[in-house]
Structure formats: structure tokens, C-alpha cells
């Protein structure tokens, strides 16, 4: 009887060995905090990596950071587990990603929001001010107060860069136009504080905005939701957020995680991921502002026909859009 | 002018919708520490009811299904603690500590296999949620100078739970000071010989205490996710619990001095939100590092200038051992 045991044993470890064995390609993902399912920033990569997942039958690690201590001793685990690649999302990611990139140069390691500058390191920022740029538009342009809000999740110069270009779209299609500012929280529970979020978009709401744009990841929930219950508008981010609550959401700023993610494993598979500094605007198609049949009723044509022509100028170089991260 | 005082109602306005939970928690806590028990569990208990609500409410579709369930699972981990450290004798700091720890852990895990939204459970909508009440004339009387704009935005237009809480701070000061129920709550938290000595079980009374702080913190608990948010979110208690209990110590375990602080909490949350930003005729902006700090540092300057000591009954911290 025992021997049986041992023997099935032996089997199933030897299975193992060779499943592992076939697929000798393993990429990883690290999430930040907030957690996977967002609905926003890590929801868009965790779709990225389904979707490659879907196409390569090849299956991922991943992890979710819920503390500040875990981004190193995730990385350091998933090197030395033998993952080819691995995508760290988020900023607060770069200090473990250098030194676990230091580590293992053998691993490929790409990092979306900030840039790492190492051999063996694919940076990917984007350029957030522009599609915030046209949001902000879009927001000016629907709102009947004058009065538009913004709500930010930690503050850092990313979110500032949000709002910067938010805030100049807006004045590009009303000067008259009024644009109040809330940051949530000054740490990383900041991302995860619903509550929070809809006081403050209450708050704004209070003092005339009729519509509010959230770069705050699950903080967003209880914005969009604030905004449901006041019957304002919102404007999601990130991911395509219009699904949430069709009616009041105007659109949505969709920043391609999903696309950058999915492209970094793919690439990584196929052995043409190179390391470098990677930066997605609107020429790339990295950033814009979402249409679907959620919000269709909300977006007049001559808002959308205002939008879409800033769309081409910032794209032929027309119009510039402050970055933050630049100006300072 | 006018629009000044609507300025300042809207303030008062938001500072009750955040003070409500932080009422309920610190009026929850307010039993369990007046009978002997430390409750550093407030946080878990709302987080766990918050969770439970929730669910509840997105299964069923009732708001009052998932309050219902919400306090029976913010009771049954009170249960927990007492049995812990009632029963047990155990360092209660530890039990409360286990308490948010299991189900700051738990509720996503069983949020996730339940509703496999990644442990946030459905969006709430329609009767899963108490809705804002509109009280009885208060359009009618939205024109009338002053009064009528304190009715209809300051007092009108909160969901249920808000005239609870508004409520539970004259009951919970009647049943505490004006019962025998609560003259043996605070017998054992102060002299809990001398109680057992009268032939009346501390332990008994200590149990009854801590039914009383389930039900408060569940509703307290229930407020987020069904009736102020709107579906539980990881960790969206945010450290309120803890808060709740800063409020109690500040308000030397006494209700109505308890509530203001709990006020003072709210407000200065409330003021910051709408200080972010805003221009200040001759000092200009102000930080939001400096703003988001102002709580904080209105907390500590209160403490020590004006509260004075703040004096725990005596009893509390340890569990109670009959002399043979």
C-alpha cells in the first residue's frame, strides 16, 4: 500500500516536474496597493494579463501588495522562482524593482508609471496630463454651473500631473471656468478610502461642481457614487469606468495598462522586449477619453467634435499640455 | 451673508454624515470599557458588520436584512472577545488586536468567493441601501430666513442611521446613568468585588455589555457600506474604530463629552476637505500636507490644553477572578 502511495507520488511529481518544464516561459505581475480588482489602475493590468493569458495559454504569477514592506520580498520571490519577466505597477514599485533588477539581471523587468534606469528594465509612463487634458474638456464643456471638481488619490506628482492637465483642459474650453481640488490622504491608504472619496466629492458638489473626475483608484467607487447619489456627473479613470453607473458617468480618462501589460508578456515571449524608457500619449494611442453606449447620451456631438479636434491639435503639436512631472 | 451661513450648514451637514459612525463606535465602546473590557476591537467589529451588511443587502435587496445581519455579526465577534477574555481570562489588548487582524483578512476572502469581485461586494442600489430621508415640511419651509435652511439641509436629508446615532447618545446616557443596568455596568468596570460580593455575576453583566457594544458597532458598521457608501471595500473602515476610541478617551468615557469629540473629529475632516486648495485672503494656499495634518494637530493642542486628565474606570484591563 505504501509503496502504491510512493509510486503515485513519484508520478505526480515527475508530471509536475515536466509541466514545468514545458512551460519554461513564466511571467509575473506585482500589484500595488488598491488591490486587482480597482476597478481602475491594477483591474486594467490584471485584464492585460488575462488577455495574454487567454492568447498564449501560458499562465502568470501575480501578487498583491497590501503593504509597503512585501513590493521586495514579492519581486525577490517571483526572480527566484524563475520568472522571465516581471511587471511591477506603480510608482511605489521603482525602489524594489531596482534593487531585485540589480539582484537577478538575468530578469526582464518592466515597470508602468515610473521610470527605472537599468540594463535590464523597460520603463512605461504615460502621458496622463493629455488624456486628462481632454476630459477636462469634456467636463467644462458638460457642466452648467462653471464649476467642475477634481479628487486625487494620494498626493504625489503623478496625481498632480492628472490634475494639471484636467485643469488646463478645462480652461481651454471655458476660461471662466472653476475648478476646486481635493487629495485624499497623504500614504497609500489613500487608493482604498471610498468613504473618504465621496465626502470629498460631496464636499465639491456643496460648492457648485456638477461634474467630478477621480484619479484615485478604489477611492473612485465612492466619488462615482457620490456623484450617483447627487445625480452629478463623474468622469472615471484608468480603466473604461462608464459601465459603473450609466447615466451619470461622462466618460471615462483610459489610460492602455491593459495594452501596455499585455505587450510587455508578449513581447517578453517572443524575444523582442527591449529595455528602455517607453512614453504612451495620445499620438500612441496610450491615453484618451472613452466612448461607448454607457455615456453615449451624455456626450452631445458638439462636444464630442470640440474634443476630438483638441484631440488632433495636442497630436500635431498645437496645443501643449503642461506635464507636471517636467514643469518641476 | 447668506451665502456664508449656507457655507458653514453644509460643513455641519457633512460633519454629521462622518461623525455618525464614529458616534455609534465610540457609544459601542463606551459599554464595553465602563463594564472592564478594553475594546481595541472596535475597528473589526465595523469592518466585520460592514462586510456583513453588505452581503446581506446584496443578496436580499433589503437594507433592513442586511442592518439586521450586520449587528448580529458585529455581536457574534463581540461574543468572541468576551468569550476570550471574559471566560478565559485573556489579555484583552490581544483579543481586540485578533479581532481586526481576522477580519480585516476574512471579509475579503469571503467576499471573493462569494461575489468574485475581488472581495468588494456588488454596488448597492435602490432599496439595498437606506436612502436620504426628506423629513416632513421641510420643502415647505426651505424659503423661511435662517431657520428654514437649517431644517431642510442641516437636519433633513440624512439617512436613517444618522437620527439613530442622533438618538443612541441620550439612550445610551439614560441606560448608562439612569438604570440598575447601567449602574452594574459601571459597578464592574469600577469595583467589580464589591458587585460580586451584592450576589450579582460580573461575568453576566460583563456579557450583557458587550451584546449592547455588538449591537452599536454593527450599526455603526452598517452605516458604511449600506446607507453612507454604498458596498464593502477592503479595509474601508479606514481606521475608524481606532478614531471612535481616541473620541472615547477624549471624552472621558462620558456620552454627551464623547459625542463632541466625535463632532470635533468630523468637523475638522468636513473643514479640510473644503480648506484644500482655497485661497486664504493674506496667507494664500495652504499646503494640503499642512491641512490634512490640521486634525491631528487641533487633537493634540485640545488635549493638552483644555481636556485635562482623562481618568479610565478602574477596573479596566482586567479580567475578573473570584476569590476562593
Not at chain 1, 484619479?215 to 484608468?238: E, S
Not at chain 2, 500636507?289 to 487641533?298: E, G, R, S, V
Request: with cysteine; glycine share 10%.
Amino acid at each position: 500500500m505504501k509503496r502504491i502511495v510512493l509510486a503515485a507520488l513519484a508520478a505526480a511529481g515527475m508530471t509536475m516536474g515536466a509541466s514545468a518544464f514545458a512551460a519554461d516561459f513564466t511571467p509575473a505581475i506585482v500589484f500595488d496597493m488598491g488591490g486587482k480588482f480597482d476597478k481602475s489602475f491594477n483591474e486594467a493590468a490584471y485584464h492585460g494579463a488575462e488577455a495574454f493569458k487567454k492568447d498564449s495559454g501560458v499562465d502568470y504569477l501575480e501578487f498583491e501588495v497590501t503593504q509597503a514592506s512585501q513590493r521586495e520580498q514579492a519581486m525577490m520571490r517571483m526572480a527566484k522562482k524563475g520568472a522571465n519577466i516581471i511587471v511591477a505597477m506603480g510608482f511605489a514599485q521603482a525602489g524594489a524593482v531596482e534593487k531585485a533588477a540589480k539582484e537577478y539581471p538575468d530578469t526582464k523587468f518592466t515597470i508602468i508609471d515610473m521610470v527605472v534606469d537599468l540594463p535590464n528594465v523597460q520603463s512605461i509612463v504615460f502621458k496622463e496630463h493629455e488624456g486628462s487634458f481632454l476630459v477636462g474638456m469634456a467636463a467644462a464643456l458638460a457642466s452648467k454651473t462653471g464649476k467642475v471638481g477634481f479628487v486625487g488619490g494620494m498626493d504625489i506628482p503623478l496625481i498632480r500631473k492628472f490634475a494639471q492637465g484636467y485643469v488646463e483642459g478645462a480652461k481651454y474650453a471655458n476660461p471662466d471656468v472653476e475648478v476646486f481640488q481635493n487629495m485624499t490622504g497623504t500614504t497609500p491608504a489613500a487608493w482604498n478610502d471610498p468613504t473618504k472619496g465621496g465626502e470629498l466629492a460631496r464636499s465639491q458638489f456643496d460648492r457648485g461642481a456638477d461634474v467630478v473626475y477621480a484619479a484615485a483608484g478604489g477611492t473612485g467607487i465612492g466619488v462615482y457614487q457620490a456623484a450617483k447619489d447627487a445625480g452629478k456627473l463623474a468622469i472615471g479613470v484608468d480603466s473604461n469606468q462608464n459601465y459603473l453607473h450609466p447615466g451619470t458617468m461622462l466618460t471615462s480618462m483610459i489610460k492602455r495598462v491593459d495594452v501596455a501589460v499585455e505587450e510587455a508578456f508578449t513581447s517578453a515571449k517572443n524575444g523582442t522586449w527591449k529595455p528602455g524608457i517607453q512614453v504612451l500619449g495620445l499620438a500612441e494611442g496610450g491615453v484618451g477619453w472613452a466612448l461607448d453606449e454607457y455615456n453615449e447620451k451624455l456626450v452631445t456631438d458638439d462636444m464630442k467634435a470640440k474634443v476630438e479636434a483638441a484631440k488632433a491639435d495636442i497630436i500635431a503639436g498645437k496645443i501643449k499640455v503642461t506635464d507636471y512631472m517636467m514643469q518641476n | 451673508m447668506a451665502d456664508a451661513f449656507l457655507y458653514v450648514l453644509l460643513i455641519l451637514d457633512a460633519t454629521f454624515r462622518v461623525a455618525t459612525p464614529l458616534v455609534l463606535a465610540a457609544l459601542a465602546g463606551m459599554f464595553s470599557e465602563r463594564s472592564g473590557v478594553i475594546d481595541i476591537g472596535l475597528e473589526g467589529k465595523m469592518l466585520g458588520s460592514a462586510f456583513a451588511a453588505a452581503a446581506c443587502a446584496s443578496v436580499t435587496g433589503s437594507a433592513w436584512a442586511g442592518l439586521l445581519v450586520g449587528v448580529a455579526a458585529a455581536i457574534a465577534l463581540s461574543m468572541l472577545h468576551g468569550f476570550a477574555c471574559i471566560t478565559h481570562r485573556g489579555n484583552q489588548v490581544v483579543s481586540g488586536m485578533a479581532i481586526n487582524i481576522v477580519v480585516a483578512g476574512l471579509a475579503p476572502t469571503l467576499g471573493f468567493a462569494w461575489f468574485h469581485q475581488g472581495g468588494q461586494t456588488p454596488p448597492l442600489s435602490g432599496d439595498a441601501r437606506f436612502a436620504s430621508l426628506t423629513l416632513p415640511f421641510a420643502d415647505a419651509t426651505a424659503d423661511w430666513p435662517i431657520i428654514g435652511p437649517l431644517y431642510s439641509e442641516l437636519i433633513s436629508g440624512h439617512n436613517i442611521i444618522v437620527y439613530m446615532a442622533a438618538a443612541a447618545v441620550p439612550i445610551a446616557a439614560w441606560i448608562l446613568f439612569r438604570t440598575r443596568f447601567g449602574l452594574r455596568i459601571r459597578a464592574v468596570g469600577e469595583n467589580p468585588h464589591a458587585v460580586d460580593t451584592a450576589g450579582i455575576s460580573v461575568v453576566a453583566i460583563r456579557y450583557r455589555a458587550l451584546i449592547v457594544t455588538g449591537i452599536l458597532c454593527g450599526i455603526a458598521g452598517s452605516y458604511l457600506s449600506i446607507a453612507h457608501g454604498a458596498g464593502f471595500a477592503r479595509d474601508m473602515t479606514a481606521g475608524k474604530g481606532y478614531l471612535a476610541l481616541a473620541a472615547l478617551v477624549f471624552g472621558k468615557w462620558k456620552p454627551v463629552p464623547t459625542l463632541f469629540a466625535c463632532l470635533l473629529f468630523a468637523f475638522t475632516d468636513a473643514l479640510q476637505a473644503r480648506l484644500q486648495g482655497a485661497d486664504i485672503p493674506g496667507i494664500g494656499v495652504i499646503p494640503v500636507q499642512f491641512i490634512q495634518a490640521l486634525p491631528y494637530i487641533l487633537t493634540v493642542l485640545l488635549l493638552a490644553g483644555f481636556v485635562g486628565r482623562a481618568i479610565p474606570p478602574k477596573a479596566i484591563g482586567q479580567p475578573y477572578v473570584k476569590e476562593r
